[in-house]
């Protein structure tokens, strides 16, 4: 039965019968001793049910009857009379129920003389061991010492199967194990938290395969202490996984997810170097709708891709409808990413002018992606599909590209060119390479002077400061000479103290505060008060979504001077670009009063398709 790996209880079981049979009126016990010390009831045929359960768990010592005395001291111990001797006076209850007298109990030892178990014979007699008794007990232990080993062995190829060999965590195996034996059976009794850390590659690509394991080294460490007790699992490279169990954090999900970021974020000094976990979470209860372990993961996993395309460094808890969300994201990635590789991504123009003569001083460059059937879209129709990382940045090299081209285009026909403002996105700002230094090398490659280039980010780019980063490569930007627009001002939760600390160039006033411009309005309080902190600041201000000839007017009187909006142009392709710029760009000689400056009938409008948000 050793030999053949069968069940170690029942071997055990076996054992015991097959000696009680050699030697009748006898009843055999073999007990094994866990690394604390305690007791647990292996095999007992012949004695009571009741009475090896009472044996469970018992902590061995000098005076634990028979066997842990046995243990305790790691020799032979023989008893007697159960009854009367004081190794038994704590337990005259058990004794009670047991028709035998005499119990004599030896250790076993493991190849490294440490005690794992006792066997013991229970006699009807007041005697002790027979020369016969002994020679079978040095058999029997000698085939318990095998058994007990080779289970451990076993055990251990298991436990080695499902723990993660770098960071000791259980693996993917033992986290798939733990997570079928769940309970369903009760909504709300355990959740789901899936974990990414956001930057391990950018560890691996820049300081080595080393450092990236010491991170992932100490970020295990440090989740699995702040998770406890609930259990925490490595279950891919950067992937991690925490179910959770206990009543506290079950009760507020969010605020346990909130607590591991920050217990991640303190740096890791790795090689010389400070390394600063990120990481990103997905959250899912068991519930009576979602009453599977496979289904919770589902929503879990779902939350947190939700949460890395949304806003990185976050927590996103499982939400009904939140798959259909992902379902049609994932619709538009692969639309846009059809588009990349077609060929069918633009850029799209539209003037800025100045307000007082309608003089196109600058450009704003705009993505626009070419459907099949022809139809232009706005960035805004297919806005989901920027959140992937890679279509982002793959459509910010091909509007780059794009544009410099235009623009050395426009420079050599001799057209009076000044500015054109390029959208960047908060995955062009964790590119691998500086940022300036990124956009520098497109422009040059189109031998095209960077004074051209306004770099146009979004509030929302611009105070997802979770990595500490943005703040610094937007004045890195800044010193390299390059110009910062901070666009679509007031939609977020802006702060004028982020002017300070990190100013910008020009600041674009959203569409949303030019269309409420009335006397005496909020919004042109609004407009008012930022136009005097731009000037004391030395920011230029321009704004957005102008539509009426009465809006310029107003915004003229509140000391703005530079916009641009349908009153204008919509965004025009290059061709059509070049056409207003040749008749009204500053410089070109055309002087016009607002108004003047038509460029597109009804008709013409329809047919160029503009919309909705900018990229």
């Not at 009807?124 to 007990?148: N, S």
């Not at 986290?175 to 009760?186: E, G």
């Not at 392709?573 to 008749?583: C, D, F, H, N, P």
Request: net charge negative; with cysteine; glycine share 8%.
């Amino acid at each position: 039965m050793v030999a053949r790996g069968d069940d170690l209880p029942e071997t055990a079981r076996r054992l015991c019968l097959e000696v009680e049979a050699i030697v009748p009126d006898t009843a055999c016990s073999i007990l094994t001793v866990d690394a604390a010390g305690l007791l647990h009831p292996l095999a007992a045929p012949s004695l009571p049910t009741g009475y090896s359960l009472a044996l469970d768990g018992l902590l061995i010592g000098p005076s634990v009857g028979s066997c842990g005395t046995a243990a305790f001291l790691g020799a032979d111990v023989e008893v007697r009379d159960i009854r009367t001797d004081p190794l038994w006076s704590d337990y005259r209850e058990l004794v009670d129920q047991l028709e035998y007298s005499a119990c004599w109990s030896t250790p076993i030892r493991d190849g490294k003389e440490q005690v794992i178990g006792t066997f013991a014979f229970y006699y009807q007699g007041h005697r002790g061991p027979t020369k016969l008794e002994r020679d079978i007990v040095e058999a029997c232990v000698h085939l318990c010492v095998l058994a007990f080993e080779r289970r451990d062995r076993v055990e251990e190829r298991e436990r080695l199967a499902r723990i993660d060999g770098l960071t000791g965590l259980a693996n993917r195996n033992g986290f798939n194990a733990a997570l079928d034996a769940l309970d369903c059976s009760q909504p709300g009794a355990w959740a789901l938290l899936a974990i990414d850390l956001d930057n391990l590659k950018m560890v691996n690509d820049t300081f080595g395969h080393h450092a990236g394991d010491i991170l992932l080294r100490e970020v295990a460490h440090r989740m699995a202490d702040a998770a406890a007790p609930d259990r925490t699992f490595r279950i891919g490279g950067d992937e991690f996984a925490i179910i959770v169990q206990s009543p506290a954090a079950l009760q507020d999900l969010e605020t346990m997810a909130y607590g591991l970021l920050d217990r991640l974020s303190p740096p890791v000094r790795s090689l010389g170097h400070s390394l600063y976990p990120r990481a990103t979470i997905g959250g899912a209860i068991v519930s009576e709708a979602d009453p599977l372990p496979h289904s919770v993961r589902l929503n879990a996993d779902h939350s947190l891709y939700h949460a890395k395309e949304t806003g990185r460094g976050g927590f996103v808890r499982y939400w009904r409808g939140l798959g259909m969300a992902i379902t049609q994201r994932l619709s538009a990635i692969q639309e846009v990413g059809a588009a990349i590789r077609e060929g069918r991504i633009k850029a799209y123009y539209q003037p800025v002018v100045r307000l007082d003569t309608a003089e196109i001083v600058g450009v704003e460059a705009l993505c626009r992606m070419i459907t099949p059937d022809g139809k232009v879209q706005t960035a805004g129709e297919f806005h989901e599909a920027m959140s992937d990382v890679d279509i982002a940045q793959a459509i910010t090299d091909i509007m780059l590209d794009n544009v410099a081209n235009d623009v050395r285009h426009w420079l050599d026909e001799g057209i009076a060119f000044q500015h054109v403002g390029v959208n960047i996105s908060s995955a062009d700002l964790h590119r691998s390479i500086p940022i300036h230094e990124y956009l520098s090398a497109c422009f040059v490659k189109a031998n095209v002077p960077l004074k051209h280039l306004i770099v146009e980010v979004t509030e929302g780019v611009y105070l997802d400061d979770r990595d500490d980063n943005v703040g610094a490569k937007i004045a890195q930007m800044r010193h390299h000479g390059l110009k910062v627009a901070l666009d679509d001002f007031g939609t977020g939760f802006a702060s004028l103290t982020h002017l300070l600390t990190v100013p910008v160039d020009i600041i674009k006033i959203d569409r949303s505060f030019v269309a409420g411009l009335k006397m005496g309005s909020p919004s042109a309080a609004i407009v008012e008060g930022l136009t005097s902190i731009a000037q004391k600041l030395d920011i230029r201000l321009l704004a957005e979504g102008i539509e009426t000839e009465s809006q310029a007017r107003h915004l003229l009187t509140l000391g703005c001077r530079i916009g641009q909006g349908f009153l204008y142009s919509p965004a025009v392709s290059r061709s059509e670009m070049s056409k207003l710029l040749r008749l009204y760009a500053q410089g070109s000689g055309a002087c016009r009063s607002i108004g003047a400056f038509r460029r597109h009938s009804p008709a013409e409008m329809s047919e160029v398709q503009v919309a909705g948000n900018e990229l």
